[in-house]
């Protein structure tokens, strides 16, 4: 597998459609253009060079987890067993759809996982079935009340 060439510095223009980008991804590259006074073709020649390179990794979509029935979310900190590899959390995690991302970290716990369930009574059924999972020692949650600050990627 060929790993993409890094860019060494990204220009201003690059780092203006980027911002855009993050702001709304379906933005199309005439209206780009536009903002950063180059033409749709040029505006698509950068996109392509930040993709191949790695630094635009994919568009998605920003969803409003409330409105589609998850209205609980909550960040999840998981203790696991000596020498359990990462690669069985990894595996472990995603086999649960609820969890909508999780990282290995430094400090006490193992990893983080935050997850979007219906309610408290979803999220409880989903920390009893982590703490099943047989490599997991213990959990501990905190249920998000409000976002603060929410930026793009």
């Given at each position: 597998m060929r790993l993409p060439a890094r860019i060494e510095r990204l220009d201003q223009i690059d780092n203006r459609i980027v911002a855009l980008l993050i702001e709304d991804a379906r933005r199309s590259y005439d209206d780009i253009?536009?903002?950063?006074?180059?033409?749709a073709p040029a505006v698509k020649r950068r996109v392509d060079r930040l993709r191949a390179s790695g630094a635009i990794r994919g568009f998605s979509a920003i969803v409003d987890y409330a409105a589609l029935?998850?209205?609980?979310e909550a960040l999840v900190e998981l203790f696991y067993a000596p020498g359990t590899l990462l690669d069985s959390v990894a595996e472990s995690l995603r086999r649960h759809p609820e969890v909508v991302e999780a990282w290995s970290v430094t400090g006490e716990a193992d990893a983080i996982a935050r997850v979007r369930t219906r309610d408290n009574e979803d999220l409880e059924r989903l920390i009893m079935e982590l703490q099943?999972?047989?490599?997991?020692?213990?959990t501990r949650s905190q249920?998000?009340?409000s976002r603060l600050v929410e930026r793009g990627a």
């Open positions: 253009g536009r903002q950063v006074s180059l033409s029935g998850s209205a609980t099943r999972d047989g490599h997991v020692i213990r249920v998000v009340m």
